[in-house]
């Protein structure tokens, strides 16, 4: 028994899964998370490095910088309370950067809280207006008549 070509076509096109609009976007929009998702640890990894280098030329700037200020320093003959005075006002400078560090941790720690509950709001919608969506459909499907 041969099948005629138009028998082979309509098979051909049974064995095709029917895809849906949802799956299309959902599928693509997960393509994007999961690669945006594996690139985090890359990107904390990234900003770990740079703070270690900022902190490895910190410190040996400021062993440097120890050794050429007792030359220099003991040759001028520098009062020590000048040096105190430098150390107070450089105290209150290092206060003030503390508490701006904290307080922009702050900000970010609300930024994500509030940004999750606009992402939850969100989300409570889009379920709401899908399911009148999936009323309206039935109701429509209710009005088209069947292929027969």
Do not use: W
């Amino acid at each position: 028994m041969t099948m005629s070509k138009t028998e082979s076509q309509e098979n051909k096109r049974e064995e095709v899964p029917v895809l849906s609009v949802c799956d299309v976007m959902r599928d693509n929009t997960n393509q994007v998370i999961m690669k945006v998702e594996s690139l985090l640890p890359s990107f904390i990894e990234s900003f770990a490095n740079i703070q270690e280098e900022y902190l490895r030329i910190a410190r040996d700037f400021f062993g440097t910088c120890y050794i050429a200020e007792k030359e220099l320093l003991d040759k001028m003959g520098v009062d020590h309370k000048a040096i105190e005075g430098f150390d107070k006002y450089l105290k209150v400078l290092t206060k003030y950067t503390i508490l701006d560090i904290d307080m922009a941790n702050n900000f970010q720690k609300t930024f994500v809280t509030s940004t999750i509950s606009g992402m939850k709001t969100y989300d409570n919608y889009v379920k709401l207006m899908l399911s009148e969506y999936a009323k309206m459909l039935e109701y429509t499907s209710a009005l088209i008549p069947k292929k027969s």
